[in-house]
Every structure is written in C-alpha cells, then in structure tokens.
Nanobody, 129 residues
Framework: QVQLVESGGGLVQAAGSLRLSCAASGRSFSSYVMGWFRQAPGKEREFVATINRSGSRTYYVDSVKGRFTISRDNAKNTVYLQMNSLKPEDTAVYYC??????????????????????WGQGTQVTVSS
C-alpha cells in the first residue's frame, strides 16, 4: 500500500510556471506507474501525464505536450510535474495517482484513471489571466 501527498500548487499568472511534487510513503515506489490527473470545477477528472516505473517512458494529454514534464526520483519516492507556460484553462485541482505493476510491465504507462489504485488528496493550481 502507498500513501500519496501532493504539494506545490498555488496561484500563478498566465505564462508562469509551477512544479508539483507528489511524495509517496510505503515500500516499492519503483514498482508503481505514476500519473497526474486534474479536475476543474464542473468538469470530470482528466488525465494529464503518466510515467513508467523507471522514468524512461512518459505520455501526455495533447493539451499539455511541450509545456508540462513529468519525472520521478525513485530514490526519493517522489514524482514531479513541471508546468511551464501555464494558461487559465490549466486551473484545476491536480491529483497524483499510483498503479502497482510487476516487472513484466516495466514499459507500461496508463492514462486510465480506473487503473490507478491509490490517489493523493489533490493540490489546487490557479492560473490568472
């Protein structure tokens, strides 16, 4: 089992940057595929980015490609989301999530929320115009 705690959210002007962090407690962090999702007011939760167990493979929703970067440090049990060139439409609560996968899934990444077993409490990101 793993517990996830996000941090780094806040208020930023359009075109600014933020870096979100998600610290995981528990064992075997490197066995988890990690993902970032977001939910804006009145909208459904949306996939943002995912990274495989080793950090060698990533995948993004089209709307953030070239602006956001997901990364992980398995020694620190932490996954990051670097967000650059922020837009007002990026305003949302951002959640990190963990999906346990065995070694055979070393290259696996997932954009499906229903595949993730554990979720953080979320961190608010507000981008002003």
């Amino acid at each position: 089992q793993v517990q996830l705690v996000e941090s780094g959210g806040g208020l930023v002007q359009a075109a600014g940057s933020l870096r979100l962090s998600c610290a995981a407690s528990g064992r075997s962090f490197s066995s988890y595929v990690m993902g970032w999702f977001r939910q804006a007011p009145g909208k459904e939760r949306e996939f943002v980015a995912t990274i495989n167990r080793s950090g060698s493979r990533t995948y993004y929703v089209d709307s953030v490609k070239g602006r956001f970067t997901i990364s992980r440090d398995n020694a620190k049990n932490t996954v990051y989301l670097q967000m650059n060139s922020l837009k007002p439409e990026d305003t949302a609560v951002y959640y990190c999530a963990a999906d346990w996968r065995g070694p055979v899934y070393s290259e696996y990444v997932s954009r499906r929320a229903d595949e993730y077993d554990y979720w953080g409490q979320g961190t608010q990101v507000t981008v002003s115009s």
